[in-house]
């Protein structure tokens, strides 16, 4: 049995390495040709450095792990599906049916191979593609001014002993300052107490926020009288618990943060009081996301039961990678659903690979079981 799991393995492994580089490639291309309108952009830094083509090679490598963790899965069911429609078409199959592999024992021999893919596509998607993704959006911030979030900026809140806070940051540079910065203080009530605008500034080891350039608006909402306070300051300290990886976080995408810190920044979103939907589906499906290489794997195995014509393995390939394609595409929309429709997170992100799962068994069983 372990001459059979290897050659299995082997097989499998080596198509879905090849797949795997295909799609790499292709991207890598496409990547690289959607930096080319950026190439002699000059340093945000001002120290007489442009962006060129080398460092537009250099961030495209920088996202490829990224890449590899998205393409695992599919790569995994498209390599699997060739090397089992191909065993089934010389017969190959056929001689290892005779030979002992029952049903079941292909089955528990592709979970394990799966495992294989799960471990690999978490360990990449977990720890290597984070690390990587915040290093090519470093580089890419060197030459942008800092990493930019659309004209809302990252919005975070956090509450103290007799306030709450309401902050707005809109960039966040290379060197770890950040700029156009915005704070709203509300009292318990509720009301707005003052508003502070600030250019740029520098998030500190202290526990406090240095600001520049800051303009404070301060209201008086007294039963006696209403006013307003505007003042003009070159510096300004406010004390927070708001960290430098905190505003990062907030910053990036949640589908390029690390599993705990994704579920760190959940934490902080509830203890404020504010949404954390969006974040919650996102956390579970990075923790269902590796487990759909066991769904590829066994959407897979239905191949090696099927009795192909000369030239027929083409089609059955094909099909195969639609069903792939069609379960990431059915991923995502679940996941906006679920985002809409309040429903519980952990079940938007699971029911894909559970209507997959029961679909890829059902058709095992008829397969195998019934023909």
């Given at each position: 049995m372990s001459t059979i799991r290897r050659l299995i393995y082997g097989e499998i492994f080596t198509a879905v390495a090849y797949v795997l580089l295909a799609f790499l490639s292709l991207f890598f291309f496409f990547d690289v040709v959607d930096e080319l309108?950026?190439?002699?952009?000059?340093?945000?830094?001002?120290?007489?450095a442009t962006y060129e083509l080398r460092h537009a090679l250099l961030y495209v490598l920088l996202l490829l792990p990224n890449r590899v963790y998205?393409?695992?899965?599919i790569?995994?069911?498209?390599?699997?599906?060739?090397?089992?429609?191909r065993l089934a078409q010389s017969s190959e199959f056929t001689i290892l049916r005779t030979s002992g592999l029952g049903?079941?024992?292909?089955l528990r021999s592709l979970l394990g191979l799966g495992l294989v893919f799960v471990l690999l596509t978490f360990a990449v998607g977990d720890y290597l593609a984070p690390l990587s993704d915040r290093s090519a959006q470093v580089l890419k911030a060197r030459f942008q001014g800092g990493l930019q979030l659309g004209q809302n900026g990252a919005w975070l809140k956090e509450r103290q002993n007799y306030s709450s806070y309401s902050v707005n940051v809109g960039s966040l540079t290379a060197l770890g300052a950040i700029g156009n910065v915005?704070?709203?203080?509300?009292?318990?009530?509720?009301?707005?107490?003052?508003?502070l605008q600030a250019e740029s500034g520098q998030i500190g080891d202290d526990g406090a926020w240095h600001l520049k350039q800051v303009t404070r608006r301060e209201f008086n909402t007294g039963a006696d009288a209403l006013s307003l306070i505007q003042e003009s300051l070159a510096e300004y300290r406010w004390p927070t618990d708001l960290s430098t990886e905190m505003v990062s976080v907030a910053l990036l995408n949640p589908d390029r943060m690390r599993t705990s810190d994704l579920y760190a920044y959940i934490q902080h979103?509830?203890?404020?009081?504010?949404?954390?939907?969006?974040?919650?589906?996102?956390?579970?499906?990075?923790?269902?996301?590796?487990?759909s290489c066991l769904?590829?794997?066994?959407?897979?195995?239905?191949?090696?039961?099927?009795?192909?014509?000369?030239?027929?393995?083409?089609?059955?390939?094909?099909?195969?990678?639609?069903?792939?394609i069609s379960f990431f595409l059915l991923n995502n929309v679940f996941g906006y659903i679920g985002n809409l429709n309040q429903w519980q997170p952990w079940l938007a992100?699971?029911?894909?690979?559970?209507?997959?799962?029961?679909?890829?068994?059902?058709?095992?069983?008829?397969?195998?079981?019934?023909r």
């Open positions: 309108p950026s190439l002699g952009r000059p340093s945000a830094l001002g120290d007489g998205e393409l695992l899965p790569a995994v069911l498209i390599g699997a599906v060739f090397v089992m429609a049903p079941w024992r292909a915005r704070i709203y203080e509300m009292d318990n009530r509720g009301f707005l107490v003052s508003a979103l509830e203890s404020n009081g504010q949404t954390a939907q969006k974040h919650e589906i996102e956390f579970w499906r990075k923790v269902f996301y590796p487990l769904v590829m794997v066994v959407l897979a195995l239905p191949f090696a039961y099927l009795h192909f014509r000369s030239g027929g393995i083409a089609g059955y390939v094909f099909g195969g990678v639609m069903t792939g992100a699971a029911a894909p690979a559970m209507i997959y799962s029961l679909m890829s068994l059902g058709a095992f069983g008829w397969l195998v079981l019934k």
